[in-house]
T-cell receptor, first 113, second 114 residues
C-alpha cells in the first residue's frame, strides 16, 4: 500500500515534443506529490510538486496533472529539450510520516535533438 | 544558493568494516533524512531525524545503522558492519520544516563494499 508505481521505465522523445510520465499510488493518506529530476552522478532535485487540493500545477514547461479519485498523477514536459534528458522520479508523502518520501521506480527520459 | 554537501563522494570498504558517511545540511533546516539508491533502482527512504531524535525509520534501517548530529552542522550515517548488499548511493536530504515539505538532496556518497 506504500508503493508508488511509475511508468514508463524509459521514454524517448524528439526535441520539441511532449514527454508524459505517469504515477499511481494506493495510500490515500498521501498528501504531497513531488517530482524529482536526477542527472547522472547527482542527487535528485525537486522539479515541481502538487497537493491534492488542486488538479493541475504548471511551472514553465512542466505541468503536474493530479486525479485524486483515480489516485494517479502525471508529469508533462512541454517542448522537451535535450537538456531535459535525465531520470525523473515521482514521489509521495503523508503529513503523518515525518517527511518520508516514497519514490517511484524512475523514468529515464532521452530527448533527441 | 545553499546546498546540502556530503563527504566522501566515494567510499570503498571491506565487508564487516564500519563506515561513517557525513552530511552538512542546509544551515536553517531542521529536518534531516537519509535515503539510499542501489544502482539502477529507485530511491529508498532510510530514516528521518528531528530535534536530535529519529522520527521515522524504514525496515532497511536495522540495528547496523545509526544516525547522529554530533554538532550544529554535521549529520552522519554510520553502518556498523557493512555487508555486500549495503553497496549503494547514499543521499542525505534536509528540509526547513514539514509543512513546506521540500527536501533538498545532497550529491550522494557512493559506498562500495568488497
Amino acid at each position: 500500500q506504500q508503493q508508488v508505481k511509475q511508468s514508463p521505465q524509459s521514454l524517448i522523445v524528439q526535441k520539441g515534443g511532449i514527454s508524459i510520465i505517469n504515477c499511481a499510488y494506493e495510500n490515500t493518506a498521501f498528501d504531497y506529490f513531488p517530482w524529482y529530476q536526477q542527472f547522472p552522478g547527482k542527487g535528485p532535485a525537486l522539479l515541481i510538486a502538487i497537493r491534492p487540493d488542486v488538479s493541475e500545477k504548471k511551472e514553465g514547461r512542466f505541468t503536474i496533472s493530479f486525479n485524486k479519485s483515480a489516485k494517479q498523477f502525471s508529469l508533462h514536459i512541454m517542448d522537451s529539450q535535450p537538456g531535459d534528458s535525465a531520470t525523473y522520479f515521482c514521489a509521495a508523502s503523508s503529513g503523518t510520516s515525518y517527511g518520508k518520501l516514497t519514490f517511484g521506480q524512475g523514468t529515464i527520459l532521452t530527448v533527441h535533438p | 544558493e545553499p546546498e546540502v554537501t556530503q563527504t566522501p563522494s566515494h567510499q570503498v570498504t571491506q565487508m564487516g568494516q564500519e563506515v561513517i558517511l557525513r552530511c552538512v545540511p542546509i544551515s536553517n533546516h531542521l529536518y534531516f533524512y537519509w535515503y539510499r539508491q542501489i544502482l539502477g533502482q529507485k530511491v529508498e527512504f532510510l530514516v528521518s531525524f528531528y530535534n536530535n531524535e529519529i522520527s521515522e525509520k524504514s525496515e532497511i534501517f536495522d540495528d547496523q545503522f545509526s544516525v547522529e548530529r554530533p554538532d550544529g552542522s554535521n549529520f552522519t550515517l554510520k553502518i556498523r558492519s557493512t555487508k555486500l548488499e549495503d553497496s549503494a548511493m547514499y543521499f542525505c536530504a534536509s528540509s526547513e520544516d514539514l509543512v513546506t515539505d521540500t527536501q533538498y538532496f545532497g550529491p550522494g556518497t557512493r559506498l562500495t563494499v568488497l
